[in-house]
């Protein structure tokens, strides 16, 4: 093991050791935040934690017939089912069938589209929008492959005096599949996008092709 | 030992350093700073500075909320000085300490490593920090590529203290140019203060894997920071 | 798909399991002990096979969202590099990393190793990502995979590019969501892509993909 010797290095740890200024909203923000996932309700967020006892999540699946008026419906539809007094479980329904038997079920067309271009020299990002109008829902995360599908990277904001939910990411040009995830519990699909089915998991998802110029 | 009085004053150059020094000082009880306890020991993380009891955490798991907030206060300045020093920007790094603590705290209840939950934060913080750093560095391509008049803007990491001065800034700067998993090591060891085995829960590298880390990154910092002083 | 990988992960998982430590701090945090050192397993035999690995971490992660056991997840990963390493045999050694992605989605789909390679025949020197995407979006949307291969292939023999190929499959793509029967929507727009190229007499030589008209 080796100690550091020289000045130089010296000095470098020691400028590297002095502690950044604290701010205490920034204390209090993480604390409101901890308090707002611990009152989303201890099912809920042991659903969250914990896997489920039928193991897979409950999708909000719409069909989705094209264009406005399904979207507006679905608007509407989620607010009745959003308004409920206990926390969501997080169960799956397959439309393609039970929980894992999807893919060899007989399903509708399953959703991929094309790659763009992946060659090397070209890493342009583009800046895409991801929305979701959800009434009386208290958080929205957005996962797919372009975050590691992790729910606490990608949390969408509320646009203030609506119930809608959005967020911009860079993504390099390519195909990715993703979810909103809805209240740290439901997996819901994106009603404006087309669906994959998913042979792997048996979990659909919504599927996002980002184009180059 | 007491708290950690975790509001800094807002003062400047060398009023911020005394209190820098005085909050080093309330941390870690014994008087000694990081820097030099872990050039007196590598072992230095086990002593007085890990500091929580695990009924603190046994608490927290629990729900209790105010062992949480005992846990974030206790750590939050050591995470945000080692994202800082990752990510080389106060605001992302704010973020990245957050998203972790967040993470912890969703994941307390089935947390059972008793004894090593210092070593469990770490690892939930670096994994944050290599997230929030790919990301950072597609986003200043990007801008590079787009928005060139901004390219010597966006190219500099933002000058996050301009009280810390002229030699912090190069010393970002060549921490900045070392290849994340070595600058990772390199903060664990000789600015946070961890062993090797606690580095190694933290990153799951092997210690030898990571003792090679440490060593190569100082060889890099030390070539280019003599470089560029000879400028 | 075959259980081999099965096998060849457990007995890998075997040899590795001291070592899988560190290996994928990306997943380490999220999957469970034995769940990581199966899917470690998975994919340092890919890495040793020069397969790309990426999109290995990315089908565990999605895994882990989509809370599967683990050992589907072990499962998934697997078949996911056995049709990386497949793809890659049909498209070459020189095939580019999202070349040998596209394979796997257009195996995943049905598309047969035989079409690959006869893709890379039919157009050596180009970039195959966009063609199999297409190939792959059309198949999906419940057209033939003869027919799917078959168009594709011709549109390369003609010298469609990139941009005309996934004008295509977004065409056709729409045209089915909006109720036609998929082979009539391919047949429709095919029509249109076929009157915008040159005849096959005017370039000798495929030119699809990268190359621009003369």
């Known amino acids: 093991m080796r100690e550091l010797t020289d000045d130089l290095m010296e000095t470098v740890a020691r400028e590297l050791s002095v502690l950044p200024p604290v701010r205490e ?21 042991a659903a969250r934690i914990e896997p489920p006892q039928h193991g897979a999540w409950r999708a909000r699946q719409r069909a989705w017939a094209g264009a406005g008026l399904a979207a507006a419906l679905a608007a509407l539809l989620w607010v009745g089912v959003a308004r409920r007094s206990a926390p969501p479980e997080a169960r799956l329904v397959d439309p393609a069938g039970p929980a894992g038997t999807a893919g060899e079920a007989a399903s509708p067309v399953p959703g991929a589209v094309v ?42 904001e509320r646009v203030p005096g609506t119930t809608v939910w959005t967020t911009t990411v860079l993504l390099p040009p390519g195909r990715y599949t993703y979810a909103f995830i809805v209240d740290d519990s439901t997996w819901v699909l994106d009603p404006r996008a087309p669906r994959a089915e998913d042979p792997d998991y048996g979990v659909q998802s919504s599927v996002l092709l980002v184009g180059r110029e | 030992m007491s708290r950690a009085k975790v509001l800094a004053p807002a003062t400047h150059g060398a009023q911020r350093a005394a209190a820098d020094r005085a909050m ?10 990081p820097r030099r306890a872990s050039l007196r020991s590598p072992g230095g993380a086990r002593g007085p500075m890990s500091g929580l009891p695990d009924s603190t955490v046994a608490r927290a798991k629990l729900g209790d909320h105010a062992a949480f907030a005992e846990i974030v206060r206790h750590y939050y300045p050591r995470c945000l000085r080692f994202a800082r020093n990752m990510l080389g920007d106060l605001a992302d790094a ?10 912890v705290h969703a994941a307390l209840p089935r947390y059972t490593e008793y004894g090593r939950f210092e070593a469990w934060l770490f690892r939930i913080l670096a994994n944050q920090c290599r997230t929030m750093w790919a990301r950072e560095r597609r986003r200043a391509e990007w801008l590079l590529r787009y928005a060139p008049h901004h390219a010597g803007v966006a190219a500099e990491p933002p000058a996050t203290d301009d009280a810390r001065g002229a030699l912090l800034r190069e010393i970002d700067r060549a921490l900045r140019e070392l290849p994340a998993l070595l600058r990772e090591a390199f903060l664990l060891y000789h600015v946070e203060g961890m062993g090797y085995e606690q580095m190694m829960m933290i990153t799951g590298a092997r210690p030898s894997a990571l003792k090679m880390r440490v060593k190569r990154a ?14 | 798909m075959t259980t081999s990988p099965f096998i060849l992960a457990g007995a890998a998982a075997l040899l590795l399991a001291a070592s899988a430590a560190g290996q994928e701090p990306r997943l380490e945090t999220r999957l469970d002990p034995a769940t990581y050192r199966g899917v470690v397993a998975v994919i340092e035999q890919a890495r040793a096979r020069g397969l790309p690995t990426e999109p290995l971490v990315d089908k565990a992660l999605e895994g882990v969202a989509k809370r599967a056991p683990g050992e589907r997840i072990i499962g998934a ?7 990386l390493g497949a793809a890659r045999a049909a498209l070459g050694p020189n095939a580019s990393l999202a070349e040998v992605q596209a394979g796997a989605e257009a195996l995943a789909v049905g598309v047969p190793e035989e079409a690959l390679r006869e893709l890379r ?61 998929p082979a009539t929507a391919l047949d ?18 495929t030119t699809a993909g990268n190359r621009p008209p003369r």
Do not use: C, H, K, Y
């Open chain 1, 115 to 156: 790659v763009a271009d992946l060659t090397a020299a070209d890493d342009a990002l583009r800046a895409v929008q991801f929305v979701l109008d959800a009434p009386g829902v208290r958080a929205v995360a957005v996962v797919g492959g372009f975050n590691d599908w992790d729910p606490a990277a990608t949390r969408l």
């Open chain 3, 77 to 83: 990963v697997a078949r996911l590099s056995e049709r």
């Open chain 2, 218 to 231: 100082r060889d890099l910092l030390r070539a280019r920071l003599r470089e560029v002083r000879s400028a």
């Open chain 1, 25 to 45: 909203e920034a204390i209090e923000r993480i604390l409101e935040l901890a308090a707002q996932q611990r009152d989303a309700g201890p099912a809920a967020q």
């Open chain 3, 188 to 205: 429709v727009r095919l029509r249109g892509v076929l009157g915008a190229l040159p005849s096959v007499s005017d370039d000798v030589r």
């Open chain 2, 94 to 103: 704010e973020d990245a300490v957050q998203e972790a603590f967040l993470r």
């Open chain 2, 24 to 33: 080093n000082v309330e941390i870690f009880g014994d008087g000694t700073s």
């Open chain 3, 121 to 181: 025949a039919t157009a050596p020197d180009a970039s195959l990502a966009v063609p199999l995407g297409v190939l792959t979006q059309l198949v999906s949307r419940g057209i033939a995979v003869s027919r799917a291969t078959e168009t594709v292939l011709e549109l390369l023999r003609r010298g469609a590019r990139p941009p005309q190929l996934i004008a295509l499959g977004q065409a056709v793509q729409e045209d089915i969501a909006q109720g036609m029967a």
